[in-house]
């Protein structure tokens, strides 16, 4: 079965501090990866994506993820959180025909000022 | 180009009723998606449009859940004789291709059933 797998519900850092978050997918087939982010009071929004090439991808604010194969994970990682970074971050996965794609059930992510 | 728009943004319906909601995708996009959100949980995949065509139905998608795209622009999603457990945000998306760039998504419309 189709499924995405999030480590956290919920996290807390301190500004400055470094952040991880794991996913893991389960889904047959060439997959696609995402993450999206939901801010406070707002709609869902893409943070980066991974199709093929180099596993290591680049997305906005300075956020990063890497695609392990072998450990079917998309982790997130930013290495210095800001209050700002406050948020819900889902993990999502979908097939190459850009239809059906799978989300997390998502991490919410605290910063402390 | 005013993103992904979806009305009403709340609704609150008794039991029984049936409700109504539109999604007005980006222009340009010939993908169009529909998700339920519960508390604490992602988005659950319900249908998707590839212009006006209907390509895939989950089967949370119950038979008093209807979804029409007229004309590949605008989308409805109804729900016929609501129940407490339809209470949900429900979420619009739209993408242009075929190549799953990832969604563009609306603000979502929040459904209570009392």
């Known amino acids: 079965a189709q499924s995405v797998s999030q480590h956290n519900h919920h996290v807390i850092l301190s500004e400055a501090a470094s952040l991880e978050l794991g996913c893991n997918y389960s889904?047959?087939?060439?997959?696609?990866l995402f993450w999206y982010v939901q801010y406070p009071g707002q709609h869902l929004q893409l943070l980066l994506k991974?199709?093929?090439?180099?596993?290591l991808v680049k997305g906005i604010k300075g956020f990063e993820a890497e695609f392990i194969k072998s450990k079917f994970s998309f982790n997130l990682r930013k290495p210095s959180v800001q209050w700002s970074d406050t948020a819900e971050y889902f993990c999502?996965?979908?097939?190459?025909?850009?239809?059906?794609?799978?989300f997390g059930a998502g991490t919410r992510l605290f910063v402390k000022a | 180009d005013t993103g992904v728009s979806q009305d009403p943004r709340h609704k609150i319906t008794k039991r029984g009723q049936n409700v109504t909601f539109r999604c007005d995708p980006i222009?340009?996009?010939?993908?169009l998606y529909w998700y339920r959100q519960t508390l604490g949980q992602g988005p659950e995949f319900l249908t998707y449009?590839?212009?006006?065509?209907?390509?895939?139905k989950s089967r949370l998608l119950s038979d008093r859940f209807s979804a029409e795209r007229p004309k590949g622009s605008f989308s409805t999603l109804e729900i016929q004789r609501t129940e407490q457990g339809d209470s949900a945000m429900y979420l619009c998306?739209?993408?242009?291709?075929?190549?799953?760039?990832?969604?563009?998504f609306g603000s979502g419309t929040r459904l209570t059933v009392v």
């Open positions: 991974y199709f093929s090439g180099d596993p």
């Open positions: 889904y047959g087939g060439t997959v696609n």
């Open positions: 999502a996965a979908g097939n190459t025909g850009g239809f059906k794609t799978i």
């Open positions: 449009f590839q212009n006006e065509a209907q390509l895939e």
């Open positions: 998306a739209s993408s242009l291709g075929s190549r799953g760039d990832g969604y563009t």
């Open positions: 222009s340009e996009h010939n993908r």
